[in-house]
C-alpha cells in the first residue's frame, strides 16, 4: 500500500492531535481527527480554530472536507493507523498521572481493529504503559497479537505551542517501536512529513525520552530561579551575573529567570518521573525540588509587589496593578493559559486589590475576565497604574516606549520587567518608575 491509501485517525483534537493531523493531511494522508467534545468537532468541521497556533486554519482551510475528516467518535473500519493524542494529566491531589484518556481512546479504538492496523501512542505516559497497558489491553480485548497481527509504537510529540507546524517537520522524531515490523509501519507514516526520524532500541526509551527532556528543563529553568532569588536578596541583579557566565563561554547556557514555570506540560512531566522514582525507591528530590521552586516563584513576585506598595505607604486595595502576559508563555506565542503561573499571581493579589487589570494580545478577553480581571489595552493600563508587571515575553511587550507610557501612570510606578524586556539603566533615568525583575529587587 502506498503512503496516500492510508489513513490515520488521530485520536484527541487538542493542541498535539489537531496540530499533527492538520500536519498529515498536508503531506497527502488523508485523516480522520476524533474527539469526544462535540463543540470542538462541530467548530473543526466549520473550518475553525479554537485555540490560536500560527498556520493551522490555513491548513485546516486547505484540507478539512477533503483529506481532513472530523467526527465524534469512528464508525467505521477504514483507518489503518490510530494515533493516540489525548491529555494524560495527574491528579492534582496526588500529583500522579491520570490515564482514564489514554485508556477510553485506545478502548474506542478496539472494535475497529483489523489485521495489519498500526496504534501510535503521542501522549505523554509513564514508562511502561505504552507496551503493558495499551498494547496488552488490545491484545486482550481483541486476540491480536502485537507485533504481528497490528503494530504498535511510541512516537512523543516534542513541538512548542505557538511553533507546532514547522517543529511538526523539523525536529526530530523519536520512535519507539515494538518491532522491527512495527518500525517500518511507524517510519512509512511519519517520514510523509519529517526526515529525522531517531530510533531508540524500544518503546520504554522512547516514553522516558520525553519525560527526561522535559525534566531536564524544568531543573535548568528552576535552578535559574532559585539563583535569582538569592541575587534579590543580595540586592545583586541575576540577569547581569547570568549574561555575564554565558558570554562567550560555552559550557554554560544558564537559562533566564521567570516568573515562575507554567504550561501544561512542564507543569505535570517531572510528576511522572517522581512517581517512577518511587517505584523504584531513588529519592527524587532535586525533580521535586525544581518543581517546588518553579511553582513558588510566582508568589514570591507577588509577596514583593505587596511589601514595595506598603513601603511607599500605598493603600493597597485602592493601588491598581496592570498585568501584561495571561498566556503560560509569551514566546513563540499562544494563547494557552493552562497553569500559567499568571493566574496564581492574579489568584494571590485579588483577595488584597480590587484594582487589578490585564492584558494579552493572544488571549481572549473572556478568559481574562473570568479570573476577575479588567482588561484594557496597554496604554490604558499604565493610566493611574501603580504597579506594572510583565509576565511575558509576547512580541507586543517589546519596544514598547515605557517611559511614555510611565507619564500617565502613579507616582512612583512599580515596574517588573519579569523577563529583562527593556533597557533598565533609561527606564531608571524617569524619576518616577521604580525598575524591578526576577532576580533584582
Ligand atoms: N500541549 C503541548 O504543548 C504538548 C507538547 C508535547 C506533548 N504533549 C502531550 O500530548 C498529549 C495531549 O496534549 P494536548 O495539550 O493536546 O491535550 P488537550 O487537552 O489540548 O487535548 C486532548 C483532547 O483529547 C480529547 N479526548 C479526551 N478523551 C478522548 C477520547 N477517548 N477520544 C478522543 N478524544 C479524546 C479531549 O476532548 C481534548 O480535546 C498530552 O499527553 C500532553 O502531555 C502536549
Known amino acids: ?201 524500544d518503546i520504554e526509551h522512547a516514553e522516558l525520552c520525553k519525560i527526561i527532556d522535559n525534566t531536564y528543563r524544568d531543573v535548568t529553568f528552576a535552578y535559574a530561579n532559585q539563583m535569582a532569588m538569592i541575587c534579590e536578596e543580595l540586592g545583586l541583579d541575576f540577569n547581569i551575573i547570568r549574561q555575564t557566565c554565558n558570554n562567550n563561554y560555552q559550557r554554560n547556557n544558564i537559562p533566564a529567570a521567570s516568573p515562575g514555570v507554567g504550561g501544561a506540560c512542564l507543569t505535570k512531566d517531572p510528576y511522572i518521573l517522581v512517581d517512577l522514582c518511587k517505584k523504584l525507591n531513588i529519592h527524587a528530590e532535586l525533580i521535586k525540588s525544581a ?29 491598581k496593578i496592570f498585568i501584561m502576559g495571561f498566556a503560560f508563555k509569551g514566546e513563540p506565542e499562544t494563547s494557552d493559559m493552562r497553569f500559567s503561573t499568571t493566574i496564581d499571581l492574579v489568584n494571590y493579589l485579588k483577595p488584597f486589590c480590587s484594582r487589578l487589570y490585564g492584558y494579552d494580545a493572544a488571549v481572549n478577553a473572556e478568559s ?20 506594572v508587571i510583565v509576565m511575558n515575553s509576547h512580541k507586543n511587550h517589546k519596544n514598547l516606549n515605557i517611559k511614555k507610557l510611565a507619564k500617565v501612570a502613579g507616582n512612583p510606578l512599580i515596574f517588573i520587567d519579569c523577563w529583562n524586556l527593556y533597557n533598565k539603566q533609561e527606564i531608571a533615568k524617569s524619576g518616577n518608575i521604580i525598575y524591578s525583575s526576577v532576580g533584582l529587587y
Do not use: W
Open 291 to 319: 518543581r517546588e521552586i518553579n511553582e513558588t516563584t510566582v508568589f514570591h513576585l507577588a509577596k514583593k509587589v505587596l511589601n514595595r506598595l506598603t513601603a511607599l505607604g500605598k493603600n493597597i486595595c485602592a493601588s
Open 368 to 387: 481574562i475576565e473570568a479570573l476577575g480581571v479588567r482588561t484594557s489595552s496597554i496604554e490604558e493600563g499604565f493610566k493611574e497604574a501603580d504597579v
Open 1 to 201: 500500500m502506498g503512503k496516500n491509501n492510508d489513513k490515520v485517525c488521530v485520536l484527541g483534537m487538542g493542541f498535539i492531535g489537531l496540530t499533527l493531523a492538520a500536519t498529515l493531511a498536508e503531506a497527502g494522508v488523508k485523516v480522520l481527527g476524533v474527539d469526544v467534545v462535540e463543540d470542538v468537532i462541530t467548530t473543526l468541521k466549520k473550518k475553525k480554530i479554537y485555540f490560536y497556533e500560527p498556520g493551522l486554519e490555513r491548513l485546516l482551510k486547505k484540507h478539512a472536507g477533503r483529506n481532513l475528516e472530523f467526527s465524534l467518535g469512528i464508525f467505521d473500519k477504514s483507518c489503518n493507523y490510530y494515533i493516540i493524542c489525548v491529555g494524560t494529566p495527574i491528579d492534582p491531589d496526588t500529583n500522579k498521572p491520570k490515564l482514564q484518556y489514554i485508556e477510553s481512546a485506545a478502548k474506542s479504538i478496539l472494535p475497529y481493529l483489523k489485521k495489519g492496523d498500526t496504534v501510535i501512542l503521542r501522549s505523554t505516559v509513564p514508562m511502561g504503559i505504552s507496551r503493558n497497558f495499551i498494547a496488552r489491553m488490545i491484545e486482550s480485548d481483541t486476540g491480536l497479537k502485537s507485533g504481528k497481527d497490528f503494530f504498535f509504537g511510541f512516537v512523543p510529540e516534542r513541538t512548542v505551542e505557538g511553533n507546532a507546524l514547522y517543529e511538526q517537520k523539523f525536529i526530530p522524531q523519536i520512535v519507539g517501536a515494538l518491532n522491527k515490523e512495527s518500525a517500518k509501519k511507524i517510519d512509512r507514516l511519519f517520514s510523509t512529513f519529517n526526515r529525522q526520524l531517531l530510533h531508540v532500541p
